[in-house]
């Protein structure tokens, strides 16, 4: 399998640095006409009303910049390498990069073809036969090259579908006689923009070589001898842009469906938003969903996120990611929960209280409660909102971040936790994990907003 090697070039943003030299006194700045123009909160009415998920996401994501550093950087985590980096695409690890994911092409370097989503998919290049009268340009749909020991095969045999050499398939039939060899050279083209704004289709690779039509007529093989071998590295090497990327006889871009990373101004077409849900309008998104091994975002990050795409202008060509998101404007503020990527209906009063009761009560509850926490009188919920008294620099539940509460760390077992994991279990090997549904439910709940109802 070969992967397209436009490697995109991505605008690093340069922060500008004001001179470390002293001005003329503490707190003056002198005037310079370099300076970037700073955020404009102004221009934006802020949301006043009582939700609490807007009013916390307002306060805690205001900007892109903010959403940038707080929810990209942190579901990406402090373990490089599950994550997007350098290395990997996106790259979503500076703001620059961020703000170069509106309106860029996704799945460019996706790790294998099935992973690719039909609406990523490009309009393939063309293919044709220029020294053949039939000259008819056929778009690309997927192309191989089978590895292998050269195999040559009679002008009047037909060489077997997964024969060694360049596999070319089409979205359409190639109009050759079947069951013999043709010699011929195959040009790609592809339409490029010129100087002028024009469009103009461009030959810009090409091989020469025997081929043979084979299977249901749209699939072209091209004979690779040992000599030819640098000429088709050559033609891979540039790119070649693939119609049906992942092969299931879809042509994305024909569909005329096609999105981008992030689609400006719809966030409900944008590829890392179906990421992160798994699906899009209703439709499944192929690969594993995002963050691969950190917590999913929570409702805040998730309207934040939301809020910030809606309001990114289609027409614009440039994004100022320090403008304020215009929460008060945003369609989604209507019902955050509906953003909810962990899945509703894990109640405090139905669910999660009723776990703590029954497997903890018996030790935290009474007069005595172990380690001082009570979770069976009728205050649990608001108890819970306040700090560990094992580790004093967290809460017990910290809405939206499971990672940064105790009680969770607790059940979790995580290796910061003082004491034993809970529950305790004195009769057995010391302690034991709650059962899996129950601690998902408990961390759902925690991710969703740790509501009391
Ligand atoms: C058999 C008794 C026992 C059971 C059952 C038990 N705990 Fe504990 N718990 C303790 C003891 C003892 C401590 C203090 C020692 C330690 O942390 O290991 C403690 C400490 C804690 C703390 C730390 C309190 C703080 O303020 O930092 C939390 C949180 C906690 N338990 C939660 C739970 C939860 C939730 C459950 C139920 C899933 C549970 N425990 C079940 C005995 C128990």
New binding site residues.
Partial sequence: MIRSTLAPVLAGLLLACGPSEPYGGPGEIPFDPQRPTPGTPGEVTPYTGTHPIVLEAQTRLPTGLELQRKLVLRTCGPTNGVCHNQKEFPDLHTTGTFAAAINLPCNLQPGSYISVYDRCERLGDRFTFSDHDNSKELELGWFEVVVGAYVEYEDDQTPPSDAAGLHLHFKDVVLLEQGRAHWGTGTFIRNFVNDQGNVEALAFASYNTRWWVLDDGKHLFGEVRDYQRESVDALLAVGIIQGDQNRNGIFGAREGKTVPMINPGKPEESYLVARLRGHMQGEAVPGTRMPLANQPPSVTDMLALMCFIEGLDPAAQEWNLSASIDYNACSYIADPEALNLVGAGVKWGERVWP??QS??????GGANP????D?LSADTWTRLQG?????LD?K?IDPGRPEKS??WL??AGDGS??????????LGSG?RS?PQDQLDSIQTWILAGAFND
Avoid: E, T
């Avoid at 172990?370 to 926490?373: E, I």
């Fill in positions: 776990i703590l497997s903890c009560g018996g030790c935290h172990q380690a001082g926490l979770l700090n560990s008294s094992q580790n967290l017990l105790y009680l607790k059940l936790i003082f004491g034993s994991r809970m529950p305790l279990d004195p302690s709650l």
